[in-house]
Every structure is written in structure tokens, then in C-alpha cells.
């Protein structure tokens, strides 16, 4: 099954929907349609719409995301078109206007000037046309953020309100989780909030001490987002994944697959953030951690409910699917007491799960938002897919290594290694061509790959030294890939970024 074009059909007519009015874009269903089932099964997902649904954000996010994906599934049939045009005099012209025409961009002309002798350069023009469509995604979130100062800034008081002055999510570099934060648990992206990915949630343990360094640093100097008085609590939050229709195969790959092993892995890897922050810096130095994992075929979620000492539990959780199917039916005004109450009965689980009370008041409310977010994915998801997504697997358009793409928020974009070089990530790299082997190069295809950074203009040199970075990673990933290199299958893109969230993303020509 050609999942892309799946994705295309129903994103199509969404948006088409979509169009007339944000409140109308995604018809109500009637609330007694679906029954109460069993909500193991992604597929049971499907039935009726949630009372808490954000219609509004729906119909927007809908055509956020057929627009970004859109520009990549576009490129493969135009370029079939351009092949099979005549090649007169006037092939070039003919050529850009069909690119402009179904892309929004014209292609590189030097790959079109010289067909007649030996044909367009096709694999170039492929290569191209996805790194424009990136750039032209990273300019379309720009703009969104922009527009979303307030949002941006009501999250962030609530956060403080909940008594949180730092968010820090590490969920897995897995493609799925890429819409992790606009999508699965809509929130905004921020300087409030850092967002890191790595293979199968592994986060760096010493660098995100260092950031926690650098955030307490900040309170002490300048008092910003609050004071050190204030009684508020750096939060770290580790995000693991599943698949409920093939827990087995199409799990966290870092893990086998195996959903035990990606809890245990990630719950050890809070314990020693916290840990560390503790022997250095005395008494746990106001942290808390969470714990959340995601079913990436309905992008529902699992909240691991802390116990009133702020310690975790593998056993003691809300799943929001079954929250979900329980809630359905209920007014708006009930449907959001549940919520509070599956967070009251998780905290008396008994056995394996049980802990040491409830968690805090702030960590309560931060958990409902999170929980009533995720069911407008939910239901999201059942809209534009029946419950469950088509590509289930790797889907992915880009190979993004680096610092990442963070504004860029959509599902199955890109496999993410993140890496300061390329010995560091070798593993991750050699999983990302493997994957692309299948999806580009069986297809005659190449691998895109896009090299990117961010550097910090106050310091004097950042971004010339960041350029050069990029130089040698680009120069090593060519190395280590010899016969893709050879046969024109491999092709890198560098870009750089300045530290501050919606910074413009700059291109790094080649020396």
C-alpha cells in the first residue's frame, strides 16, 4: 500500500472541508454513534466525537498539515509530468511552469538546461525539490509561531501556575513523534519549553544537567521566568512509543520493539537526571519528572502518574484511549471530572503500582491539560484516518541530522539522528539510510539529508564555527556512504539557525 498517497487522499478532502470555516471543516459526528468497546485496539478509536474536542484546532492542524506533507508528495508525480514532456526549445519553460504550478517553487534550471543530450538530471531535481519543501515548512511554522505570542504566553503562565518554571520533553527521534508537541499534546513551541529527541528516549544525562544549569543560572542572575524564592520546579519529561496493532514489529527500534524494555529505559534515565541534579546541587534542587508514552498509531497517550514524593511507576498510569472510550458520552462539564478522577484512581493503584499519595496540585492540572489535549488528537485521528493511521511504520521524507528541525512539528517527516558527529551517531545514521533504502533507493531515489544546526549569535564566531561543523558532517556522512556517493544517491543540505525559536533558517553552501 502507497501509505503517502493514502495520506493524500484523505488529507485532501479534510482540507477541502476545511476551508469554508474552522468550526465547520470537521463535521460533528452524533455523540451516541459509537458504543463503549474495548480500547486496546486502536480501531476502536474510530467511533463518535469527544465532548472536550477542540473542533477549531482540528480543522487548522488538518490543513497545516496536508499543506507541509503535501509539498513533499508532490514532487514525485510533477517530476513524472516533466519527464514526459517533449523536449523542445521550450522545455525549460514548460517544465518550470509545471513545478511552479504543483510545487509553489521553480526548480534548478542547470538541472533542466541540458536534457536533450542525456535526459534532466532527475535525482538532483528530486533532491532539491525536498529541501525546498523544507524550507518552505520552516517558513510556514515561523509564521504560525508568530501569530501565536499569546497562546505561547498563556501556556507558559499556566505552566508557572502549575508551578513549573522549565519543561524539558526527550521523547524517541522516531519520525511518529515528530507532531509530538503541536499535534499529539498541543503545545506550543516556546523558549519556555526545550524539546530534544533521541533514540528510544535515551537522552543525554549530562547535557540536560547542563541545561539545568543554565535555566537555575538564569533565575539567580535575572529572576526570569521566576524567581529563585518562588517555589517553582524545574520539569523533566521523558516520552517513549508503542504500537497497539503491532507492538511487536513496529515498536521503539532502539528497544526491539519491546514496550517493557522502552519504560524501563526511559524511567532510568529520569531517575539519574534527577539524581544527579540531587548530589550536585543538594535535595533534589526542585525537580520533577513525568513520564508519557505514546501509541503512534492513534497518537494516543499514557500518562505515568507521579505519587506524592514525585516518584514514578512502569504500572501506575491514565491510558487516554480508554479515558477516551469512558468519556464519550458524557456533557463537557462531566467529561473533565473524569479526567480529574482517572487521575485520583491511578494514584490508588495497588500492587506493583502503588506509591505514596497523589501528586501535587500543579502536577494534577498539568496532567488533566495533557490528557484533555490528546483527546482532540484522538478524535483528530479518527476524523482523517478511521481511527487509526496508514502508515504505521516508517514514512518518513528526510534524513534530518543535527540540532533538528524543532519549529518543523509534523508526524513522519523526518528520522531524526541527532549528533555532534558522525562516529557519535553512526548507529542512528546507518538505521536512517537502511530505512531510506527502501522507501528512495529501491525506487531509484536518492537519501536526503538534511544537515542542520542552530548557533548563538551574542557569542562572537558562533555561526562561522557552526557553518564549518556542518562542513565536516556533511564531508564524513559522504565518506561513510562510498557506493550511495558513487551512484548520485546520497545528497546533503546544510543550514543553520540562531537560538531563538522561530529564528530564520539560513543555507550553507558548499565550499
Not at 476545511?18 to 478509536?45: E, F, I
Request: charged share 25%; aromatic share 8%; hydrophobic share 40%.
Amino acid at each position: 500500500m502507497n501509505t503517502r498517497n493514502a495520506y493524500a487522499l484523505r488529507a485532501r478532502r479534510q482540507a477541502a472541508q476545511a476551508q469554508p470555516t474552522a468550526a465547520a471543516a470537521m463535521p460533528a459526528r452524533p455523540r451516541d454513534a459509537g458504543g463503549a468497546v474495548d480500547a486496546g485496539r486502536s480501531s476502536d478509536l474510530a467511533p463518535g466525537r469527544h465532548p472536550l474536542t477542540d473542533r477549531g484546532m482540528n480543522a487548522r492542524l488538518a490543513v497545516c498539515e496536508e499543506s507541509v506533507k503535501g509539498r513533499f508528495d508532490a514532487i514525485v508525480p510533477t517530476l513524472k509530468e516533466i519527464a514526459g514532456l517533449s523536449q523542445g526549445e521550450d522545455y525549460v519553460v514548460r517544465a518550470q511552469a509545471l513545478a511552479r504550478d504543483r510545487l509553489g517553487f521553480e526548480l534548478p534550471a542547470r538541472y533542466l538546461e541540458d536534457a536533450w543530450v542525456a535526459g534532466a538530471d532527475f535525482k538532483s531535481l528530486y533532491a532539491d525539490g525536498v529541501f525546498a519543501a523544507l524550507d518552505a515548512a520552516g517558513r510556514q511554522f515561523a509564521e504560525d509561531l508568530a501569530r501565536q505570542v499569546e497562546v505561547v504566553q498563556d501556556t507558559a503562565n499556566f505552566f508557572i501556575d502549575c508551578g513549573f518554571h522549565a519543561v524539558d520533553i526527550s521523547p524517541c527521534a522516531d519520525g511518529r513523534l515528530k507532531g509530538l508537541l503541536r499535534y499529539i499534546l498541543r503545545l506550543p513551541l516556546s523558549s519556555f519549553s526545550r524539546r530534544k529527541a533521541y533514540a528510544g528516549a535515551l537522552f543525554d544525562v549530562e547535557t540536560d544537567v547542563r541545561h539545568w544549569v543554565g535555566t537555575e543560572l538564569r533565575r539567580y542572575r535575572e529572576g526570569v521566568p521566576t524567581t529563585v524564592d518562588s517555589g517553582t520546579r524545574y520539569l523533566k519529561i521523558a516520552v517513549y512509543h508503542t504500537s497497539s496493532s503491532d507492538p511487536n514489529h513496529e515498536g521503539c527500534a532502539a528497544h526491539g520493539s519491546n514496550e517493557h524494555k522502552a519504560i524501563q529505559a526511559a524511567l532510568e534515565r529520569l531517575l539519574q537526571f534527577r539524581e544527579a541534579i540531587e548530589n550536585a546541587f543538594c535535595c533534589g534542587a526542585s525537580t520533577d519528572i513525568l513520564l508519557i508514552g505514546v501509541d503512534t498509531d492513534n497518537d494516543s497517550i499514557r500518562v505515568h502518574i507521579p505519587d506524592g514524593e514525585g516518584d514514578l511507576s512502569a504500572h501506575r498510569f491514565v491510558d487516554n484511549a480508554r479515558l477516551y472510550q469512558e468519556t464519550l458520552n458524557l456533557t463537557e462539564n462531566d467529561a473533565r471530572l473524569a479526567v480529574y478522577e482517572s487521575i485520583r484512581k491511578a494514584s490508588a493503584t495497588g500492587g506493583w503500582g502503588s506509591g505514596h499519595g497523589e501528586p501535587h496540585d500543579g502536577m494534577r492540572r498539568l496532567i488533566a491539560n495533557l490528557l484533555i489535549n490528546n483527546l482532540s488528537q484522538i478524535d483528530y485521528v479518527n476524523e482523517l484516518y478511521g481511527g487509526r493511521y496508514p502508515d504505521l511504520g516508517h514514512a518518513e521524507r528526510f534524513i534530518s541530522v543535527g540540532d533538528g528541525f524543532e519549529e518543523v512539528q509534523v508526524r513522519n517527516l523526518a528520522f531524526y539522528a541527532h549528533l555532534h558527529t558522525v562516529e557519535e551517531g553512526a548507529v542512528d545514521l546507518d538505521v536512517g539510510i537502511k530505512i531510506f533504502s527502501k522507501l528512495n533507493v529501491q525506487h531509484g531515489l536518492p537519501v536526503p539529508v538534511a544537515i542542520h544546526y542552530r548557533y548563538d549569535a551574542r557569542v562572537p564566531g558562533s555561526r562561522e564555527r557552526i557553518e564549518a561543523k556542518a562542513r565536516r558532517v556533511k564531508g564524513a556522512i559522504e565518506a561513510r556512504y562510498p557506493q550511495l556517493m558513487a551512484e548520485g544517491m546520497l545528497r546533503c543540505h546544510m543550514s543553520v539557525q540562531d537560538l531563538p525559536t522561530g529564528s530564520p533558517v539560513e543555507e550553507v553552501k558548499t565550499a
